[in-house]
């Protein structure tokens, strides 16, 4: 029922599909992270701030596999699906991400504030040696979690052709037709990069939960 | 009732003593270690049927945790707990004694009750829940008749009106009342109170007092207590016992043990403890 | 406007298979989160491994996965072919259910120690302690990642599409086919998407309250609840992403 021969002959172009959906995750992650720190100080702002939180609700409360489809049928030829889904990956997380800046910016002392103002210091050094170091501490575990579950979203880009794990795999099979081993094979990947991110995970958690 | 047999520090023979005696409750060489550290250090006393006995000492001298191998709450390390005869912390296997088992602890311990420090009420019930609950599912008391004693015990400790009540709606004095009267409606033989004024702000402790008084004085309940209230042990207690690391220091009646201490650290004791209070 | 307004019963068909696959996924994820989560609090290591098996897995796995091998691998290795939107039901209340099984065991070991001993000390047995006080008590911390939770499997239902289910994000695309309008045609679908997430949103946030205050908590005013249309949060806990 299993032939091992066939699963031995297909681990070469799956394991490649999974270098790729590696790249796309930290790729995306990296908008995300950056991006979402960005929002996070903009919601501060009186007006603007307000429809950057809306657009993030928007953003956080919608589908991520239509929100990939919708712009890269939006989007120009020339560009590549992975480019796409990388960019909207990196987005929609980055409405994630932006909350849990939020939380942990909310989460300094008003103190610090207070004592930043006292010493007159300007408004960039304020965010940059005193808060936003404070606040990103804080959150590091949370922030982590967000790549696992990036990576685990990635299997949606086959909506539109990009050849991760998942598109390799349907590739593979409707060549074959033989579905069982490939899809098997992608879940034990999947496991084999989620559960050993998952502890290294918790022992980052219990690091900064000392803090 | 004054105790008939109180006799303590006697070494009984071997493991099936307990089941001789006549008394209540048979603490037969109890050690009790945390890891290393030493907890109760070799213990023997017992407690006879009807008997109140008050455990006073400094903090970290192994009353609480009396109390809690009593309740069940703690594994004993060594030695054998027995209550009315039977063995408690263990159970019979052939001739020899094994660690009981969940099964059988459920059937000794429905004998026992107790009232924490920090009250413990179940904040996601009404006080009358918080009463009737375990004698209907535990006891199988028809609800009718768990309703009516619910208010016949809140009537007893002052609070008939709060029956309706959320726990977080008392103050700490009522709610350590409510908790007293829980733990009386299991009708237990043995009733163990745990420093049950300790958290109370001042004002609400003679509140509580009071009732424990009420019920030493209408009722045969064997108690067993932890507290620094003196004057409330020298009034309802008909033994003192003064711990200290893990031993027994000094017993003895509540008007000799106040009046008439022996030994250097039962003096020291009561008088760091009355400096405190006064 | 028009467009959409006549198509609208095609676009409420899609949404109410949406609708159907969240409740269906989010009951099976609720049975296997109370189930898995409550065993992993037992003190016997058998039925925690288990647990943590089940927890690893199928949260290491992502839905869509899981989705295609139901679809397609499963008939191939069994001869039997499950209905998609059994598969689809299948894959997402195991994903869910395994994050949910994480947020049962942490809300039940988060329940003071001090309760469970008042439950000893009344005599109850292991089952009326968890159906009587433990339980009662978690569900309130539970609740709200629950409702994390219950969004993004609301979100991850989109994928249906791609083993077949005409659920609301195939029926914007059937449109766009059909009319070449792309931008109306989602806009649609993403209006309908974020209406149920909100109405989501709000039902949660009554059972929220609802279970505050019978632990007699009761929140500030204003401040338990949101109006149902304003943004509100969702997904910011940790078990966010699925």
Redesign the interface.
């Known amino acids: 029922m299993w032939d091992f021969q066939w699963t031995l002959q297909i681990l070469p172009d799956l394991l490649g599909a999974l270098g790729t959906t590696v790249q796309i995750t930290l790729l995306g992650y990296l908008i995300a992270l950056v991006l979402g720190l960005l929002i996070a100080i903009a919601r501060r702002a009186p007006f603007f701030g307000t429809v950057l939180h809306v657009a993030t609700e928007f953003i956080r409360t919608t589908p991520l596999v239509i929100q990939v489809v919708f712009v890269f049928l939006l989007t120009p030829a020339h560009i590549s699906p992975m480019t796409v889904g990388i960019l909207v990956i990196g987005v929609h997380y980055a409405a994630y991400t932006a909350e849990v800046y939020r939380s942990g910016i909310e989460g300094v002392a008003k103190g610090q504030w207070e004592a930043a103002r006292a010493l007159s210091l300007p408004a960039r050094r304020t965010w940059g040696a005193i808060v936003l170091p404070q606040a990103i501490r804080k959150v590091i575990p949370a922030l982590g979690n967000y790549l696992i579950a990036t990576f685990k979203d990635t299997p949606l880009l086959i909506a539109i052709g990009v050849s991760e794990l998942l598109t390799e795999a349907q590739r593979i099979g409707s060549a074959s037709f033989r579905v069982v081993e490939v899809y098997t094979v992608v879940g034990f990947l999947f496991l084999l990069v989620s559960i050993p991110s998952a502890i290294l995970l918790r022992r980052l958690e219990r690091r900064y939960a000392a803090v | 009732m004054p105790p008939s047999d109180t006799t303590v520090n006697e070494e009984p023979q071997g493991v099936g003593d307990g089941s001789q005696d006549q008394s209540l409750i048979v603490f037969d060489d109890v050690v009790k270690r945390f890891g290393d550290l030493t907890v109760l250090d070799d213990l023997n006393f017992s407690v006879a049927p009807g008997e109140r006995v008050t455990l006073i000492g400094p903090s970290g001298s192994g009353k609480t945790t009396i109390l809690r191998l009593l ?3 703690e594994k004993i390390t060594e030695g054998v707990i027995w209550v009315g005869g039977e063995p408690f912390s263990h159970m019979r296997r052939g001739q020899g004694l094994v660690h009981a088992s ?1 099964g059988y602890l ?1 059937a000794r ?2 004998r ?3 009232v ?1 420090q ?1 009250f ?6 009404t006080v009358r829940q918080n009463i009737i ?2 004698p209907v ?2 006891l199988g008391t028809p609800k009718d008749e768990a309703n009516t004693r619910a208010e016949e015990l809140l009537d007893l400790v002052g609070l008939g009106e709060k029956i309706d009540a ?4 008392l103050s700490g004095g009522q709610q350590q009342r409510v908790a007293i009267a ?2 009386l409606a ?1 009708q237990p033989e043995i009733l ?1 109170l745990d420093e049950v004024t300790s958290a109370l702000d001042p004002e609400l402790v003679a509140g509580v007092l009071d009732v424990l008084r009420e019920v030493a004085e209408t009722t045969d309940i064997t108690m067993l207590c932890v507290t620094h209230e003196m004057s409330f042990a020298r009034d309802v207690s008909h033994r003192v016992l003064m711990f200290d690391q893990g031993r027994i220091a000094e017993e003895g009646p509540p008007e000799q043990i106040f009046g008439d201490p022996r030994e250097d650290r039962t003096k020291s004791f009561l008088r760091s403890v009355l400096d405190n209070d006064f | 406007m028009d467009f959409l307004i006549q198509r609208l019963p095609l676009y409420l068909d899609g949404a109410w298979v949406t609708i159907q696959l969240t409740i269906g996924g989010c009951a099976l994820a609720f049975v296997l989160a109370m189930f898995f989560g409550i065993m992993g609090t037992i003190r016997h290591w058998l039925p925690r491994a288990i647990s943590t098996v089940y927890v690893e897995v199928f949260r290491g796995i992502a839905a869509l996965v899981l989705m295609f091998w139901m679809a397609f691998a499963l008939p191939q290795l069994s001869g039997f072919r499950l209905d998609d939107m059994f598969a689809a039901i299948l894959a997402l209340g195991l994903n869910v259910g395994a994050y949910g099984a994480e947020v049962v065991r942490s809300s039940i070991n988060a329940v003071p120690k ?2 469970v ?2 439950t ?7 089952f ?1 302690r968890m159906r ?2 433990v339980l ?2 978690a569900w309130a911390q539970m609740l709200p990642t629950f409702g994390n939770l219950v969004i993004e499997l609301m979100k991850a239902t989109a994928v249906v599409y791609l083993i077949g289910v005409a659920d609301l994000t195939a029926i914007a695309q059937n449109m766009r086919e059909s009319t070449g309008e792309t931008v109306i045609a989602f806009i649609g679908a993403f209006v309908l998407y974020y209406l149920i997430a909100q109405v989501l949103i709000f039902g949660m946030r009554l059972l929220e309250r609802r279970a505050n205050r ?4 009761t929140p500030p005013r204003g401040g338990g609840m949101r109006l149902p249309f304003k943004p509100a949060s969702a997904g910011t806990t940790q078990a966010g992403g699925i």
């Open positions: 309740m069940t709450l969940e459920r311990r429905k026992i009750g107790m924490f920090q413990n009420l179940f904040p996601n019930m609950e375990a599912h535990v959320h726990p977080t709606q829980r733990a299991m163990l | 001090a309760q001993e008042a000893v000390a009344l005599n109850l047995s292991w009326q009587l006080v009662p008590q019978k632990l007699g908590r």
